[in-house]
């Protein structure tokens, strides 16, 4: 995003999760799915893709696991963007 010309803040889940309210408030009514990072050991092991958590479920669990959540997440106004998607970022900067 920066070489697009985008300012950034930053966060490192790692140091600073999301709490169980913020990721319910960014997750708002978008598929809470995609939110999901299939790539994680713990999203592999319980084999979400096929029997997926609850919403509430997944939202406790990203907020206990950060590396479940799919990033990098962008916000810009009530626009979101998460994983990364080079076409869809350029599409958030103006």
Known sequence: MLELGAELESRDLGKE???EA????LIGNRDYQGFLNPR????RARKMKENPPSR?????????????????VVVRGSQIQFGFEEEQFKKLVP
């Open 17 to 19: 999760r999301l709490s």
């Open 22 to 25: 913020e990721l319910d408030e």
């Open 40 to 43: 994680n050991d713990l999203y």
């Open 56 to 72: 509430a479920e997944a939202i406790k669990l990203m907020a206990k696991e950060p590396n479940l959540i799919r990033r990098p």
